[in-house]
């Protein structure tokens, strides 16, 4: 009798342990924020505005997401339409500390939404996929990624596709 109750604690302890270690996102989808005014630390143009609000089209389908961004205005302005639409908490990352956004990332199950900037978030796609990805210009607003777990993989590195906006 001893030994079944040592069996099934083990069993569920590994059980445990399995689903952290294979916790992570099916999808994470990385955007640079929506177009910006000129000025120190500026918020998102009428455009940006129309482009962050169309952003909700592509995530209708999800009964939940996990939405991070950087403490920027533009960042958090583009964000502000998922998180309305979502009613859940923007998750600030520190932009200069992308190591610790990944590790974050990587607990997480679901649906992942990262909006970041033009320097990062090529560089976020590159720590995430083990892939080099290209430079983002200052003035490319269209582009993004969707990056999914590779099939042998633990969720630890994800296939990374580029795309563009439609809108």
Do not use: W
């Amino acid at each position: 009798m001893n030994n079944k109750i040592i069996l099934a604690i083990t069993f569920l302890v590994m059980s445990f342990n399995c689903s952290l270690v294979f916790a992570a996102p099916d999808e994470i989808y990385l955007f640079r924020h929506s177009e910006k005014l000129t000025g120190k630390n500026p918020a998102l143009s009428e455009v940006g505005k129309a482009r962050a609000n169309n952003l909700v089209t592509f995530f209708k389908e999800y009964p939940n997401i996990h939405i991070f961004s950087s403490n920027y205005k533009r960042t958090l302005q583009t964000a502000a339409p998922l998180q309305a639409y979502f009613n859940t908490d923007v998750n600030v990352y520190n932009a200069g500390e992308l190591s610790d956004l990944k590790n974050e990332l990587l607990k997480l199950k679901g649906v992942v939404v990262v909006i970041g900037h033009s320097n990062t978030t090529p560089q976020l796609a590159e720590l995430l996929s083990n892939e080099k990805v290209p430079a983002m210009s200052e003035t490319q607003f269209t582009q993004y990624f969707i990056l999914n777990k590779k099939l042998s993989s633990n969720g630890s590195e994800y296939d990374v596709t580029h795309h563009k906006m439609s809108f």
